[in-house]
């Protein structure tokens, strides 16, 4: 089984997932910005307990069992304040998902911490594919996926927090992966 590592990016610090960090997520998490794509089982309104109750009981036993890896995004400048958190997941066509409080949207984090995650899902956990669902009206998250060298595989309708949405498929292969991240150096 695979520990979560913390990770360090440029400008951020990945950290595991920790119970102690429900906290700070129930504080920043329950604004609709961050949650109308998310999948449809996160409650809304939401709850006061929920994050206690997702960290312990849904990411940190996914954790244990070696199905998931958690992190939580930290600005260098600020590493006591989570900004975000993105996890891999051993699911069927849903193996990495991510949320960003919107002050830091449209800055780059998003995009530098999943290629950090990434290359940990294809050269620590050895996997051949990454797959990750989006709804089609969440372009910011397709524009991280387009940009770093993921595809568009399928499309369907998905129970989103705000309702069925349209919804596509995006995946990169280990070699895609690895051909991008060469000619991105």
């Given at each position: 089984m695979t520990v979560t590592p913390e990770i360090i990016t440029d400008r951020l610090i990945l950290k595991p997932l920790r119970s102690e960090d429900a906290g700070q997520i129930q504080r920043v998490f329950p604004r609709w910005e961050i949650v109308r794509y998310l999948v449809a089982s996160v409650p809304w309104p939401y709850p006061e307990g929920a994050a206690q109750h997702y960290v312990d009981n849904v990411a940190l036993a996914a954790s244990k069992e070696g199905t998931g890896w958690f992190w939580t995004l930290r600005r260098k400048e600020d590493a006591q304040t989570l900004i975000?958190?993105?996890?891999?997941?051993?699911?069927?066509?849903?193996?990495?998902?991510?949320?960003?409080?919107?002050?830091?949207?449209?800055?780059?984090?998003?995009?530098?911490?999943?290629?950090?995650?990434?290359?940990?899902?294809?050269?620590?956990?050895?996997?051949?594919?990454?797959?990750?669902?989006?709804?089609?009206?969440?372009?910011?998250?397709?524009?991280?996926?387009?940009?770093?060298?993921?595809?568009?595989?399928?499309?369907?309708?998905?129970?989103?927090?705000?309702?069925?949405?349209?919804?596509?498929?995006?995946?990169?292969?280990?070699?895609?992966?690895?051909?991008?991240?060469?000619?991105?150096?």
């Open positions: 975000g958190v993105i996890c891999l997941m051993m699911l069927p066509d849903n193996n990495r998902g991510f949320w960003l409080v919107p002050e830091w949207q449209g800055q780059g984090y998003m995009s530098e911490a999943c290629e950090a995650v990434t290359e940990f899902w294809f050269e620590s956990l050895d996997q051949p594919v990454l797959r990750a669902p989006k709804a089609v009206a969440n372009t910011r998250s397709k524009n991280i996926s387009s940009r770093s060298g993921m595809r568009l595989v399928g499309v369907d309708k998905r129970q989103y927090v705000a309702g069925e949405l349209d919804s596509e498929l995006w995946e990169i292969t280990r070699d895609e992966w690895r051909k991008w991240k060469n000619a991105s150096v």
